[in-house]
């Protein structure tokens, strides 16, 4: 499902990534952890094509991440930390604009299937200035359900939400058993509640354990978001 090889990505003398390496395979939920400035970001980037490869690969169901062939980005639906809705609009206007501007044109019954999945059907009509935090990021995730795409990237799904709103999100990833899923994230619970694996991002370098060897072989003082 993703593949990186040989991976290299720095800014001016920094070496963020050197040499970094990584496979997760099709149905696995990795992980991604690091203290601040580890790289997390720039590794997240790297696989959506954001941050050209300077060296190295990086392949998406087998084809290469590059600006020439786009058929990769089929694949992968994207949640950033700060999803950027429109608060004058109600729920489900938002996923209606969103749906709109993926696929030129909203498919009604998708959109009441993600909404329901998230649990927030019932708030549909309510104007999203008016939700949690813990709500908007749900909506946040129904929109990037609603491609139905087979690998999620999640960048920290759960900042700065109320443990209920987490708790809350992590029922809703428990339900994708069908997606490969890649969220970066610092919380061990959930990691240990939704996880199979964990990519250890130190150094510029990345080992990728499973969840209990991760536990049992890393010291976790002080590991940042």
């Known amino acids: 499902m993703i593949s990186v090889t040989n991976l290299k990505q720095s800014f001016g003398k920094k070496m963020v ?14 992980a991604l952890v690091g203290r601040n400035g580890a790289g997390k970001s720039t590794l997240i980037n790297s696989l959506l ?30 949640l950033p930390e700060k999803f950027m809705l429109y608060p004058m609009l109600t729920g489900l206007e938002n996923m209606r604009f969103f749906a709109e501007a993926v696929s030129g044109k909203a498919d009604t019954i998708r959109i009441e299937e993600v909404l329901r999945s998230v649990s927030l059907w019932d708030d549909r009509d309510i104007q999203v200035k008016q939700y ?10 129904a929109v990037t359900l609603y491609q139905d795409s087979s ?15 987490r708790k809350e999100i992590l029922k809703v990833l428990e339900k994708l058993p069908d997606k490969t899923i890649l969220l970066s994230s610092h919380h061990l619970d959930e990691i ?34």
Not at 18 to 27: C, K, Q, T
Not at 53 to 64: A, C, D, P, R, T
Not at 65 to 74: D, G, P, Q
Not at 153 to 165: A, F, H, K, Q
Request: proline share 3%; glycine share 10%; net charge positive.
């Open 17 to 30: 990534l050197d040499s970094v390496a990584l496979e997760i395979h099709e149905r696995e939920v990795c």
């Open 49 to 78: 094509g954001l941050f050209p490869v300077k060296q190295g690969s990086i392949k998406i169901n087998g084809m290469e991440v590059s600006k020439k062939n786009n058929e990769w980005k089929k694949a992968i639906a994207y």
């Open 132 to 141: 949690s935090k813990g709500m908007l990021q749900r909506l946040g995730l």
């Open 151 to 165: 690998l999620l990237i999640l960048d920290e799904p759960t900042s700065g939400i109320d443990p209920m709103g």
């Open 192 to 225: 240990k509640q939704i996880c199979t694996h964990v990519a250890y991002l130190n150094n510029g370098k990345i080992e990728k354990y499973t969840v209990k060897e991760f536990l049992q072989t890393q010291n976790l003082g002080g590991m940042g978001s």
